[in-house]
């Protein structure tokens, strides 16, 4: 609902199909598969409050949001929050395709990838490789990679945290993932989950406080053996 009291979308007893919205002076892609999970999400900026509005007829499944802040507006409400003791980090912005409301969102298909052009990667398999990270880093867990946006010096994963075996801050349920180069290694597939050793990188003017995947770092495709390799290495490097 929008500041004016009027229904953008699924008002008055009336389910809206998927697609794109104006609302706000930004526009919002409405999202909605078989199961009960439905999605909005607005690039912004916003120009006045939009009211969510929940009806549930059976148990309520849950309700996540994230916001994003300017700037300008970020290092002030940043040092609010530090000052209170909360913990803080501001993914990047992410990309919003439009959709046509016409057409209804269908099932999720896998993209064709060309052959990937980079040369291999060092081979870092073994033990004291695995112990080496796990004590070093400041994030390991289980993640499935949801895309990937490879720039000019970075690649950006969008991944969801499926399970948690050291954190040094809290994680969100949906993380970015940065590495360095348009070739990084260890690379991540799309649509694949991996047990991962992350950094936190803080940028000088504390904007950017970011995920990192370190070259030649610690990335393996998760399996049950896998999950009981990382759990040794927490008993030799505990948290």
């Known amino acids: 609902m929008g500041g004016d009291g009027r229904y953008v979308l699924n008002g008055n007893w009336a389910v809206s199909p998927p697609g794109t919205y104006e609302a706000a002076g930004t526009h919002v892609v409405y999202t909605r598969a078989s199961g009960p999970e439905e999605t909005l999400q607005a690039a912004g900026p916003t120009s006045q409050d939009l009211l969510l509005q929940v009806l549930l007829q059976e148990p309520n499944p849950g309700v996540q949001f994230e916001f994003w802040l300017p700037q300008e507006r970020y290092g002030p409400f940043q040092a609010q929050a530090q000052a209170l003791g909360w913990p803080l980090r501001q993914p990047q912005p992410r990309e919003v395709e439009p959709q046509s409301p016409e057409s209804p969102a269908g099932p999720a298909r896998v993209p064709t990838l060309a052959p990937d052009p980079c040369p291999p990667c060092p081979d870092t398999r073994g033990r004291a490789h695995r112990l080496l990270h796990y004590c070093g880093s400041d994030f390991v867990f289980q993640a499935h990679v949801l895309g990937r946006h490879r720039q000019a010096q970075e690649t950006r994963y969008e991944v969801r945290i499926l ?77």
Do not use: F, M
Request: aromatic letters at 8%; one cysteine or more; glycine letters at 4%.
């Open 163 to 239: 399970l948690i075996y050291k954190n040094r801050s809290p994680l969100r349920t949906r993380e970015y993932v940065w590495a360095p180069g348009h070739c990084p290694c260890p690379p991540l597939a799309p649509h694949q989950e991996y047990l991962l050793a992350a950094q936190r990188l803080v940028s000088p003017d504390g904007t950017r406080d970011r995920l990192l995947l370190p070259h030649a770092g610690y990335a393996r495709p998760w399996s049950p053996a896998e999950d009981s390799r990382a759990r040794l290495a927490a008993q030799r490097c505990p948290v």
